[in-house]
């Protein structure tokens, strides 16, 4: 069975401060994709990124960074120098390689910047 | 603006009521889904079509019937409701293959969302 867990249900940071939103996964398939996406107050998910089970460079863009590791199933996401702007709804997905048209969705991570 | 267009933004009704969430996506995608999404649990994956054919029907109550007339469009038609069916429901598309053939697992891209209240 596959699963995404988010344990954090709420952070609370204050601006500039940086921010790692946690995700861990469980599959049995040797191919896979993980996905995080951001939603913000006004209800649409937002893809961040995409990566493949047989990638796992860490990769940065701009503020957001992550780091997948698959050794921990863990594909965590970390926002440096946070802001107000980045007060939203995070989640963690995971799909299979093919045969299937699911996304796996962790429960979200609410993250808050206070200024 | 992702491209994916919902309709209402909000919508309160009676459990005897009947009314239609509409979605419409401008991206030229193949595939559309719609998602529930509830406080404190995973998004939920309610039907998945491709080329405007049903390719997942996730368990739900049939109290939930959706239609997808082209590629653009797609409707979750609601009757009888019960309150536990409040929730955010989000339509999503993606550049999707045919029913079982190929899935790209390319991104989603998701509307604002229904918010639906059942009293």
């Known amino acids: 069975a596959q699963k995404v867990t988010q344990a954090q249900t709420e952070i609370s940071v204050v601006e500039k401060e940086d921010v790692t939103l946690d995700c861990v996964y469980e599959?049995?398939?040797?191919?896979?994709?993980l996905f995080w996406y951001k939603q913000p107050p006004s209800g649409e998910l937002v893809f961040l990124i995409r990566?493949?089970?047989?990638?796992?460079q860490n990769e940065i863009s701009g503020r957001y960074s992550w780091n997948f590791q698959k050794s921990t199933s863990s594909f965590n996401f970390t926002i440096t120098a946070s802001q107000v702007v980045d007060s939203a709804v995070y989640f963690c997905?995971?799909?299979?390689?093919?045969?299937?048209?699911?996304?796996?969705f962790g429960t979200g991570t609410r993250l808050k910047v206070l200024a | 603006e992702t491209g994916v267009t919902q309709t209402p933004r909000h919508l309160v009704m009676g459990m005897t009521n009947k009314k239609s969430l509409k979605c419409e996506q401008h991206?030229?995608?193949?595939?559309m889904y719609w998602y529930k999404q509830s406080a404190k649990k995973p998004l939920e994956l309610m039907f998945v079509y491709s080329l405007e054919e049903r390719v997942e029907n996730n368990s739900v109550p049939s109290r939930f019937s959706p239609e997808c007339p082209n590629s653009s469009h797609l409707f979750l038609h609601l009757h009888t409701l019960q309150p536990e069916d409040s929730a955010l429901y989000l339509c999503?598309?993606?550049?999707?293959?045919?029913?079982?053939?190929?899935?790209?697992?390319?991104?989603?891209?998701f509307g604002s969302g229904t918010q639906l209240s059942v009293l």
């Open positions: 991206l030229g995608h193949n595939a």
């Open positions: 999503a598309s993606s550049p999707r293959g045919r029913t079982g053939r190929y899935t790209t697992n390319e991104k989603l891209f």
């Open positions: 997905a995971l799909s299979r390689a093919a045969g299937t048209y699911k996304y796996i």
């Open positions: 599959t049995r398939d040797t191919t896979y994709y």
């Open positions: 990566r493949n089970s047989f990638d796992e």
